[in-house]
């Protein structure tokens, strides 16, 4: 019992030690957790409970999963809930070939979409937190403040307005429509700068000055590593949102090959849902959507710890 | 430039080295501004810059005859008198009060539970539930929409095998149960991961005396755990109230599946992009857009505010 909290009080970063960090304090958590569990007597009550609760939010990939194995005319004539003929190998060939191929076209808009502005957004946040964080200059308490309170409006209520705007300058329809308005990441720059002013030593910086280091090489040589861990939360934050985001390109964009994932798969699902000859699409459209979902599923298990510490951030200090 | 810096240490009087570090200071703003700068751009540009367009073209009606003419508020008085606009508001106000508690409530009991240390596979159950927020908006409501399905959807496959008719998920009532079904299911995990980050770097001191004590483990939680995670739990219910009143995905694709329920304003975002895109009234749509941030930000501040006082009271 006693072993397990010295560690406990240390500070969320330990900058000028070296490396971060993050990683370190929540593999340090897990351990405590593991060490901490024992003591106390599992409820099978409770645990019962949740995996029932675990369930349901594992049901629908469940039947997902299930759904892309079947051909169109199993998905009507069998269970939903169990497998038919395994067709997913035929299924995939024709989601990826299906009008010439344009699902592999929207993936990749997908990935360009989300990577370009997601290393943006992040590089604005990262060295915005750490100016606010580490710079008292003349009108910092009012940019912050306004940066804070943009937090607060809502995006997609301003997407119409973009859109217009965007129409006037000859930007929708293209790939900035989608990725200059993701760049914009007022919370991001929020966590950045609670996330800096733990992260970098003030000393150090000062420690560099001494040495005669400009400022802004302090930034990119000695803060920027301290500050890694956190870019990266909001580098998977903001790929995330630009990957799921459904209402900008729907509005921004026009012709199907500028498409992402979300704007593609809505599409075909209407062509299946309004019935007719569409109907075959039915298994198509599912296929697809487990394709699309899978990198981000995936990319989700290995980096969760990036994003319990960013989460972390976020809700313990405001 | 680096010479005066190398020699700053070395300063002894007072008169030159104030100047030298005013000199230092201005050196140091301008950095400042070139970090915080290019955000600022692109934050005015993308959010400032919308937000005044917005204002401006709200104040502004494009007639057949006439073209485009500054009618004050006119838009705004349209859009408040409004039943479609209002019954979307209304729509989102009852999601407000039913979806968000029922979100709110089980995000903080899973991550109560996982946190407890009571449970096996907490690490498994964490994931699980949070999985969910990485499957897009409309892969989750494609999904579900299927799931609801009268075709191929098993509760409607199970309730005619019980000789049931189809289950009422498209129904005028039952869609918005539908809908906050699919909310719950996509964002309980993305808030339950908040509050239990919250709840992990809370100092077990905090909790342990009250566990030597003999508390039981629900009223550790009750008055220790969940005061302690309060800040947490702000930041969900905000972020919630902010996603609820803009909630465009779910309904938009729930209307090929039900588009006599949904219509064109089953959410005020939706009806924004309706009147935007199908009548191509522009300055009506960014009347609408405004009052509907207006109504956010209301909502918001009283949210904060209730807990303001809440909290001098405690």
Redesign the interface.
């Known amino acids: 019992m006693t072993d397990?909290?010295p560690g406990?009080?240390r500070p969320?970063v330990v900058a000028a030690e070296g490396f971060p960090v993050l990683v370190e304090r929540d593999r340090d958590?897990e351990a405590q957790?593991e060490r901490?569990?024992p003591?106390?007597?599992?409820?099978w009550l409770?645990?019962v409970f949740?995996?029932i609760?675990?369930g349901?939010?594992?049901f629908?990939?469940f039947?997902?999963v299930v759904?892309s194995t079947k051909s169109n005319d199993d998905?009507?004539s069998s269970?939903?809930?169990w497998f038919a003929d395994f067709n997913l190998v035929e299924n995939i060939q024709t989601v990826l070939t299906f009008q010439d191929g344009v699902f592999i076209r929207w993936a990749v808009n997908s990935v360009i979409y989300a990577v370009v502005s997601a290393v943006g957004a992040s590089f604005?946040?990262t060295?915005?937190g750490?100016?606010?964080a580490?710079?008292q200059?003349?009108g910092?308490v009012a940019?912050f403040s306004i940066?804070l309170g943009?937090i607060?409006?809502?995006?997609?209520?301003?997407t119409?307005?973009?859109?217009?705007?965007f129409a006037e300058a000859g930007l929708t329809d293209t790939y900035w429509a989608i990725i200059?308005?993701s760049?914009?990441t007022?919370f991001g720059?929020f966590l950045m700068r609670v996330y800096a002013a733990d992260a970098v030593d003030d000393a150090l910086i000062e420690a560099g000055?001494?040495d005669?280091v400009?400022?802004?090489r302090i930034?990119f040589t000695i803060a920027l590593r301290l500050l890694l861990p956190g870019s990266v939360t909001v580098l998977l934050f903001t790929l995330?949102a630009t990957?799921?985001n459904?209402?900008l390109p729907?509005?921004m964009l026009n012709s199907a090959d500028k498409f992402p994932?979300?704007?593609g798969?809505?599409l075909w699902?209407?062509a299946a849902?309004?019935g007719g000859g569409a109907q075959a699409l039915?298994s198509t459209?599912?296929t697809g959507?487990l394709l699309?979902?899978i990198p981000?599923?995936i990319?989700?298990?290995f980096l969760?710890r990036y994003?319990?510490?960013g989460?972390?951030t976020?809700?313990?200090?405001? | 430039?680096?010479t005066l810096?190398?020699a700053?240490?070395e300063v002894a009087s007072t008169t030159p080295r104030r100047s030298r570090l005013t000199a230092?200071k201005r050196?140091?703003?301008?950095?400042?501004?070139?970090?915080?700068m290019?955000?600022?751009i692109?934050?005015v540009?993308?959010?400032v810059?919308?937000?005044f367009?917005?204002g401006y073209?709200s104040f502004y009606k494009e007639r057949l005859i006439g073209g485009t003419s500054f009618v004050g508020f006119q838009n705004y008085a349209d859009a408040l008198t409004d039943p479609l606009f209002l019954s979307g508001i209304f729509r989102m106000a009852i999601f407000l009060v039913v979806q968000v508690p029922i979100m709110i409530a089980?995000a903080l009991f899973?991550a109560l539970?996982?946190d407890?240390?009571?449970?096996?596979?907490?690490k498994?159950?964490r994931?699980?539930?949070?999985?969910?927020?990485?499957?897009?908006?409309?892969?989750?409501t494609?999904?579900?929409?299927?799931?609801y399905g009268r075709?191929?959807?098993?509760f409607a496959?199970l309730s005619r095998a019980l000789g049931f008719g189809p289950p009422p998920f498209f129904t005028e009532n039952g869609m918005l149960f539908s809908i906050m079904n699919i909310v719950n299911?996509e964002f309980?995990?993305y808030n339950m991961?908040?509050?239990?980050?919250?709840l992990?770097?809370l100092?077990?001191?905090l909790y342990e005396a009250a566990r030597v004590d003999g508390a039981s483990?629900p009223r550790v939680a009750w008055s220790i755990k969940i005061p302690a995670?309060r800040?947490?739990l702000?930041?969900?219910v905000?972020f919630s109230v902010?996603g609820t009143?803009?909630l465009?995905?779910e309904p938009?694709?729930m209307y090929?599946?039900a588009p006599n329920v949904i219509g064109t304003a089953w959410s005020p975002?939706l009806y924004?992009?309706n009147i935007?895109?199908v009548n191509q009234d522009?300055n009506y749509?960014?009347a609408l857009?405004?009052l509907?941030?207006i109504v956010?930000?209301i909502v918001?501040y009283i949210v904060q505010l209730s807990n303001q006082r809440k909290e001098r009271r405690s």
């Not at chain 1, 607060?152 to 301003?158: E, G, R, S, T, V």
């Not at chain 2, 407890?116 to 907490?122: D, F, T, Y």
């Open positions: 397990a909290i406990k009080h969320a958590q957790a901490r569990r003591r106390k007597p599992t409820s409770l645990t949740m995996l609760c675990v349901y939010f594992l629908p990939l039947w997902l759904a998905l009507f269970f939903g809930l604005l946040a060295a915005a750490y100016g606010f580490k710079y200059f003349p910092s940019l940066t943009a607060m409006i809502p995006l997609a209520a301003l119409v307005p973009t859109y217009l705007l200059l308005p760049l914009a007022p720059v000055r001494v005669g400009g400022e802004l930034f995330v990957w799921n459904y209402f729907l509005i994932l979300t704007v798969l809505a699902q209407s849902a309004g039915f459209v599912i959507s699309a979902i981000l599923v990319a989700f298990l969760q994003w319990q510490s989460l972390a976020g809700g313990v200090k405001t | 430039m680096s810096v190398n700053a240490p230092a050196r140091q703003y301008g950095a400042a501004y070139v970090l915080v290019p955000f600022f692109i934050f540009a993308m959010v810059v919308p937000l367009y917005a073209l089980l899973f539970a996982i407890s240390g009571m449970m096996k596979l907490a498994f159950s994931l699980a539930i949070f999985v969910p927020y990485a499957v897009p908006g409309v892969v989750a494609l999904m579900w929409g299927y799931l075709d191929f959807g098993p496959q299911w309980i995990g991961i908040i509050i239990y980050a919250a992990r770097s100092p077990s001191e483990e995670v800040p947490a702000l930041l969900t905000i902010i009143f803009q465009f995905n938009k694709l090929p599946l975002n924004a992009y935007a895109f522009a749509a960014a857009a405004f509907l941030g956010i930000m918001s």
